[in-house]
């Protein structure tokens, strides 16, 4: 599915979050450079928009499973001469040793995980004890404003989404997956769970999407 809209992913990021995706991964980009890492991981990185936006002084990575997004994530930094490895890798069985990053970020990934439980494990797993895992992901809007953009991501992505990328199923998935993936603190008690420590979710743009942050604990 992420293979067949690539081609359109990003143009479909802008129009789809009236431009408010840019400062989501500005956010992240923040808090990335807040915990002064000498290596980050960007799981599901896609096309590298978001590894893209970090801090060029680090050294930050991207994997992802969909060759095509990878592709246009090299022309990408090629383009802005950055330096991005990218490889390829399932993120729910990362090729990579344990306790090896200092900060782990997922935008928009951890939502299609098969198993999400599993994956979170995995991504904590690469994780040095007291490394920062951040994740960026959908949530449901509340507040004044909730029911109209819940009603926009309900009817806008699949018609729009469609319209753009020819693909019918990519963007209908989208407000059902966001539905039925757990947020707030569903989530943090979650990434509690699995070992994490000093969890935060903060909601951007009214709670559309919600920036997870946590610690792994320096005891196992
Ligand atoms: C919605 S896109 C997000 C891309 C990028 N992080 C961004 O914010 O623009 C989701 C990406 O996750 C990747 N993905 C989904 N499940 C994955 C998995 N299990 N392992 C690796 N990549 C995965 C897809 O191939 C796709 O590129």
Redesign the pocket.
């Known amino acids: 599915m992420?293979g067949r809209i690539a081609h359109r992913y990003d143009l479909l990021?802008r129009v789809l979050s009236l431009g408010q995706d840019r400062g989501w991964r500005r956010l992240l980009a923040r808090r990335v450079a807040a915990a002064q890492p000498q290596l980050t991981l960007d799981?599901?990185?896609?096309?590298g928009?978001?590894a893209l936006a970090f801090d060029r002084e680090s050294r930050t990575m991207g994997?992802?499973?969909?060759l095509p997004?990878l592709t246009l994530a090299r022309r990408k930094a090629l383009d802005q001469n950055q330096a991005l490895p990218l490889f390829a890798?399932?993120?729910?069985m990362l090729p990579v040793d344990e306790d090896r990053v200092d900060v782990v970020t997922v935008?928009?990934?951890v939502r299609?995980?098969?198993n999400l439980e599993q994956?979170l494990r995995e991504l904590i797993r690469v994780l040095r004890p007291g490394g920062v895992l951040l994740i960026l992901e959908f949530s449901k809007p509340s507040g004044l404003f909730g029911p109209l953009m819940r009603g926009w991501v309900r009817i806008v992505p699949p018609l729009v989404g469609r319209w753009i990328s020819g693909d019918s199923e990519a963007y209908s998935y989208l407000p059902q997956s966001v539905s039925e993936f757990p947020q707030g603190q569903r989530m943090v008690d979650l990434l509690e769970m699995v070992g994490l420590e000093r969890v935060s979710a903060q909601p951007v743009t009214g709670g559309v999407a919600t920036v997870y942050e946590g610690r792994r604990s320096v005891h196992g």
């Open positions: 992420f990021n799981v599901c990185t896609g096309t928009d978001v994997t992802d499973f969909c997004m890798g399932d993120a729910l935008a928009f990934g299609n995980f098969e994956g």
